[in-house]
């Protein structure tokens, strides 16, 4: 039997781009389709009615009518703004980081309910400005693991012995940790604590309840995300927008600081 011309779904609107006069494309990341793409009509008016339930990093339940090329969303209803998200410039590009990950990450019609929850729950833990930093990290390493490129943390990954609790090295183009006699087959390596891989292998087996409870310092903090930073810069092979943002406003944000 064919499918019915129209369907309704969960979605979290990560991604939006403008069509003609009045008209929006949405990339939603849903629970049961996986990404998908539609036509907002008429969005961009003043007096549009689903305007408030289609905006970036909402979390809805849209009705979609299918067509040729490009499905058509006929309606839409707020299951979560996350106005605390939205109404906070720091969180709001956090939320956007974590949305253009799963876009980048993920192609088009393909399921995977787990990630759909991972991004669910972190933008109800950005909303709550709970450890913001870590919850983050916790997500990024998640993610990776739920696309197919986990990194490797437990055992060297060129020659496979146990990883001592000594500082070893972190090899983006190796796929994670290296032991400190294997580092000098990869220059692009480099040296990461014996604190930073504990965090690492904490968030990695464990649930996210982990991050709220979880106090670092700065300087582990910035260590912990330049290596996560660095794998995902190798695996989209480009810089991620949304993060340059980041670091451009939390420079703003220290410069005022010091000011």
């Not at 997500?139 to 990883?163: M, S, T």
Request: glycine content about 4%; overall charge positive; some cysteine.
């Amino acid at each position: 039997m064919p499918e019915p011309r129209n369907y309704q779904t969960e979605a979290i609107i990560i991604k939006k781009i403008k069509l003609g006069e009045a008209d929006r494309i949405l990339t939603l990341y849903t629970p049961d389709r996986g990404k998908i793409e539609g036509v907002a009509k008429g969005v961009r008016r003043p007096k549009s009615k689903m305007a408030g339930h289609l905006e970036m990093l909402t979390y809805s339940q849209v009705r979609l009518a299918r067509g040729r090329n490009l499905d058509t969303i006929i309606g839409s209803q707020t299951i979560d703004s996350f106005l605390p998200l939205k109404n906070d410039l720091w969180l709001t590009s956090y939320g956007l980081y974590a949305a253009e990950l799963v876009n980048q990450f993920t192609p088009m019609h393909v399921s995977t309910p787990a990630l759909f929850n991972l991004l669910l729950e972190t933008l109800r833990r950005l909303s709550r400005a709970e450890n913001i930093d870590l919850t983050l990290r916790y997500f990024e390493l998640h993610l990776l693991d739920l696309v197919g490129y986990r990194p490797q943390l437990q055992e060297c990954v060129a020659c496979k012995v146990e990883l001592k609790p000594v500082v070893n090295v972190f090899c983006s183009n190796a796929g994670g940790i290296l032991c400190p006699n294997c580092k000098y087959e990869y220059p692009a390596s480099f040296p990461i604590s014996v604190d930073a891989l504990k965090v690492l292998r904490l968030f990695q087996r464990s649930s996210f309840d982990v991050v709220p409870r979880l106090k670092i310092t700065p300087e582990l903090s910035r260590e912990i995300k330049t290596a996560l930073a660095s794998y995902i810069r190798y695996l989209l092979e480009r810089e991620v927008k949304s993060a340059t943002w980041l670091d451009a406003l939390r420079d703003q944000i220290g410069e005022a600081s010091r000011a």
